[in-house]
C-alpha cells in the first residue's frame, strides 16, 4: 500500500516539524527546545534528497552548492558550502550551528505560505512576544493522516515521510502526534521505519546520521537540565 500527501501548499520537513509542534490556537510551540534541533536536522536531510550533499564517516559534505529556491534550505546550502575549506564538521556540529536561525526561517516562510499568522502580545501586559497560530489548518490534517496511515496503520512510506518520521523519533518528538495508550505502539513503528530500507543509500546515511545526532543531542539537554 503506498500513500502520498497532495495539498495545494507544498512544505518542506522543518516546516512540516513546526507545524506539529505549534497548539493551533495559541501558537504556543511545543517541546521547543528538541523540535529546534529537529528543524536544523531537517535542512540537512532536505538537502541531502535534494542531491546537495552527503554525509560519509559522519561527516557533511558538499556535492552541489546549486541553490534550490528555498530561503531557509539556501541559506543553509551557503553555509556548508562557506565552510568546505575548512576540517569537515560531523552531523551533530552542523545541526547545532544551524540551530541558530532554523526555527525563524521557517517560521517567516510557512506565515508567507499563509498557513501560520503572527499574532504580537505582552505577557504580563509588559513583555512583548509574538505567537504563532494557525491560519490554514487543511496542510497539518493531511500531514497528521499521511504519518498516521504510516506509523498506524502500515502504509509504505515515500523517502519524504519515512524521513520525518526518522526526524522525530531521533529527536523524541512522538509526543507531538500520539499520546497514551497509543504512544508506546507509536514509539516501536517509528522507530521500524525509521531504520527501514526506504530510500537508497546516500540517503540512508544522511538521515541516520541526523537521527543518531539528534538522540545524541537531546540526551546531553535532558541529563544537563536534570542536573541543573
Known sequence: ????????????????????SLDDESG???QAANVSYAIAAASLVELALA????????QVTVRD???LGDPTL?????????????????????????????VAGTTKSLVGKGLLREEKK???????????????????????????????????PDERTASLVAL???????????????????RTNMEKIAHG??????VRRAVKAAEDALTAIVVVTVVTTTVL
Do not use: C
Open 1 to 20: 500500500m503506498n500513500f502520498a500527501l497532495n495539498t495545494p501548499v507544498e512544505t518542506t520537513l522543518g516546516e512540516q516539524l513546526l507545524l506539529l
Open 28 to 30: 504556543v510551540e511545543k
Open 51 to 58: 542531491g546537495r550533499v552527503e554525509v560519509h564517516d559522519d
Open 65 to 67: 552548492a546549486a541553490p
Open 74 to 102: 539556501d541559506a543553509a546550502l551557503a553555509d556548508l558550502s562557506g565552510d568546505q575549506k575548512r576540517k569537515p564538521r560531523r552531523t551533530k556540529e552542523w545541526i547545532e550551528h544551524l540551530k541558530k536561525g532554523a
Open 122 to 156: 505582552k505577557v504580563l501586559g509588559l513583555f512583548p512576544v509574538r505567537r504563532y497560530p494557525e491560519a490554514d489548518g487543511s496542510v497539518e490534517a493531511a500531514l497528521r493522516q499521511r504519518l498516521d496511515e504510516v506509523v498506524m496503520r502500515g502504509a509504505d
Open 168 to 186: 522525530l523519533h531521533g529527536a523524541k518528538l512522538h509526543g507531538l502526534l500520539y499520546q497514551k495508550p497509543q504512544l508506546a505502539t507509536a
Open 197 to 202: 530500507q526506504w530510500a537508497g543509500s546516500a
